[in-house]
């Protein structure tokens, strides 16, 4: 069975330009959350999507969106990248929504962003 | 509101020695406790969850974690380090009907040969 996978793993923006992460959960697992992994904050939670809707938000600012798709997939955007967006973007798939049943959470191996 | 504190940001032991990592958490009602481990480079993996239905957690790789109410603590423990256990170790803590995991800060394990 195939694991979370994340696109792409490694890349470098510029300030004020726009980024676009992907992430195909585990086959069958409808929630989909984001994560930010940095040194001095940790991981933060970002949002969970669960059937195409966002059941759950974190404390980013409006420049992080994310959406999901009727297939489970899931993107995550930040608009007008600042320096401190440099972290590594970690989605995580649950079958059924991290409050729910297990919690488990089934992690991809994250998207390093750097900031330039 | 729901927290977790990892006692030390690094911790080292020497391989076959006793592993002990420190969680706490903060939760007014019965919580969902994990351990999750993240390999350089990697993405993070489940060690062990409690859901409340044995305060022993018995994970993979040896390792095991007990709840103790009394205490607010999920402490993970492994009888005898190897050097592949050398990693960063995240306790975890949700509540039932919650929609998100809540981190403590991590704690990175040195095991010295």
């Known amino acids: 069975k195939a694991g979370v996978t994340q696109t792409p793993r490694y890349l470098i923006k510029t300030r004020g330009q726009q980024v676009t992460l992907s992430c195909s959960p585990i086959?069958?697992?409808?929630?989909v959350s984001w994560y930010q992994q940095t040194p001095g904050q940790g991981l933060q939670f970002l949002f969970e999507?669960?059937?195409?809707?966002?059941?759950n938000k974190g404390n980013f600012p409006g420049r992080f969106s994310g959406r999901q798709f009727s297939n489970s997939r899931s993107e995550m955007n930040v608009s007008t990248l600042e320096l401190g967006d440099s972290a590594l973007y970690l989605c995580?798939?649950?079958?059924?929504?991290?409050?729910?049943?297990?919690?488990?959470?089934?992690f991809g191996e994250g998207s390093r962003l750097t900031v330039l | 509101a729901q927290s977790v504190t990892q006692l030390g940001s690094h911790v080292s032991v020497s391989e076959g020695a006793l592993v002990l990592l420190r969680c706490n958490y903060s939760?007014?009602?019965?919580?969902?406790l994990f351990w999750y481990v993240q390999y350089p480079n990697q993405g993070l993996q489940l060690l062990l969850k409690?859901?409340?239905?044995?305060?022993l957690v018995k994970g993979i790789n040896g390792f095991e974690a007990e709840f103790k109410k009394s205490e607010t603590s999920f402490h993970l423990t492994k009888p005898s380090a190897h050097m592949s256990d050398a990693a960063e170790y995240f306790c975890?803590?949700?509540?039932?009907?919650?929609?998100?995991?809540?981190f403590g800060q991590g704690t990175e394990l040195s095991v010295k040969p």
């Open positions: 995580a798939s649950s079958l059924m929504g991290s409050g729910t049943n297990t919690g488990e959470l089934f």
């Open positions: 086959s069958g697992h409808r929630s």
């Open positions: 999507y669960f059937s195409e809707t966002q059941r």
């Open positions: 939760s007014s009602v019965p919580p969902y």
């Open positions: 409690y859901t409340s239905a044995a305060t």
């Open positions: 975890a803590v949700i509540l039932l009907g919650g929609g998100k995991l809540i």
